[in-house]
């Protein structure tokens, strides 16, 4: 992975990383603020006013799903790593940045996409020879990275100095004193946290949308779940949660029905290996095929079927949890994190929402094509649906988001004259 880890400079980050003193520094880090299901519990408020505006940003323009799911993911995460508000209108200027950034990092991740990671000598081609263009798009991803990782961290430092910070992982490590290279950590720790929760939890909600378009049954059983257990005073919370498993149920056939990472992230083997027979040179690239564990029928019946009630009863099946985060020295840090947003977007999207096929000009439903966009973060197939509030009391619940929780001014103002430090 040449071009991606040496030309842009993904080496320093978490899921990119070879196993060595800069992991396993930014994995203590991870784990020390948001490695259990206990530490993420401060974290809850601020994913619960995330995914209120999620539904009211939805119920106002549901043909902008994927733009508000994008919305969600990056205004919890920027809030969450470096205090950062974003812009209650719903345009954000690092919102824009680091959207742009994960553009460039799947497109930059894709293994085998880049000849130079096959012949690495072609590192030395100047710019303009013909064939070497990959040289100039390693530069431009490798800015737009710069940025991403600093201009956050740099916004957060700038607060702390006026004393108007708000807690955040990155403020909680700084106030810690570090030194320069730990510092440096904390920068690529907290880049590590947005580049693997943003993209991946739209992918998610995105197969749970169109899930629910399909599956109206499913929805139905949900629906009543909800109603029973919740009511309808009120829209479900994490303390629920216990209390609704089929809904649990839902997220967790709905992370091994559309997998977002079917390939994952590339390894390497740090040494030979043999596994059934077959031969693994060191320094091989192995690809664990998520696919293929999520549609294995010997941990799977008819693991083509979108079925809740597999992960219920006595005979569950295999946990979609177990794979889906990754594996290893490079499992997701932020799993906590990404789970209970994702049960909360589900949660409350499926007690406001009737989520069903979109129809055309004649009423007749426009049936979803069922696929993903290859990449190694894999999105549903463009698809559309209905989404409506199931009733007048939700939506005045949904409504009521902006009397509870007032809008309050982003914080992209602070964030002007940062935008040119791109240096590491």
């Known amino acids: 992975m040449h071009f991606t880890s040496e030309m842009v400079g993904y080496k320093h980050m978490m899921g990119m990383m070879d196993y060595n003193d800069h992991l396993r520094i930014q994995r203590k880090m991870t784990a020390k603020r948001i490695g259990s299901k206990s530490l993420i519990t401060r974290f809850l408020s601020s994913i619960e006013l995330q995914v209120r505006r999620f539904l009211q940003q939805t119920m106002n323009s549901p043909e902008n799903l994927h733009k508000n799911l994008q919305y969600e993911s990056a205004s919890f995460i920027l809030d969450m790593a470096y205090g950062y508000r974003t812009d209650p209108n719903g345009h954000d200027p690092l919102v824009d940045l680091v959207e742009q950034w994960m553009a460039e990092f799947c497109d930059a991740a894709v293994a085998g996409a880049w000849l130079v990671d096959m012949i690495p000598w072609l590192q030395y081609l100047p710019e303009w020879f013909p064939g070497a263009g990959f040289k100039s798009t390693a530069r431009r991803y490798r800015t737009r990275y710069m940025q991403a990782i600093n201009i956050p961290f740099d916004f957060t430092e700038k607060q702390m100095a006026q004393g108007s910070q708000k807690p955040s992982y990155v403020a909680d490590l700084l106030n810690e004193n570090p030194g320069p290279a730990d510092i440096k950590e904390i920068k690529y720790s907290a880049t590590a946290l947005y580049g693997g929760g943003a ?207 007032p809008l309050e001014k982003g914080d992209s103002e602070f964030i002007e004259g940062l935008t040119l430090n791109t240096s590491n």
């Open 199 to 405: 993209d991946t939890t739209v992918g998610t909600l995105s197969s749970f949308f169109l899930a629910m378009s399909l599956y109206p049954e499913v929805q139905r059983k949900a629906q009543e779940e909800v109603d029973r257990v919740v009511g309808a005073e009120r829209l479900p919370d994490s303390h629920d949660r216990e209390n609704l498993p089929y809904v649990d149920a839902v997220l967790s056939e709905t992370l091994r029905w559309m997998p977002i990472g079917s390939l994952g992230l590339p390894h390497s083997s740090v040494d030979e290996d043999e596994f059934h027979g077959y031969r693994i040179p060191k320094q091989s690239i192995i690809l664990p095929s998520v696919a293929w564990f999520a549609r294995d029928p010997s941990s799977y019946k008819q693991p083509e079927s979108f079925n809740p009630d597999r992960f219920l009863g006595p005979n569950k099946e295999l946990d979609p949890r177990t794979y889906v985060f990754g594996f290893g020295r490079r499992v997701c840090p932020g799993r906590y994190l990404a789970d209970a947003n994702l049960f909360l977007v589900v949660a409350q999207s499926l007690a406001a929402f009737h989520i069903r096929k979109a129809v055309d000009s004649e009423g007749k439903d426009i049936e979803p094509v069922v696929g993903q966009v290859p990449g190694i973060i894999s999105h549903p197939t463009p698809f559309q649906c209905s989404i409506k509030p199931r009733s007048e009391k939700y939506k005045e619940l949904v409504s009521e988001t902006d009397i509870e929780h």
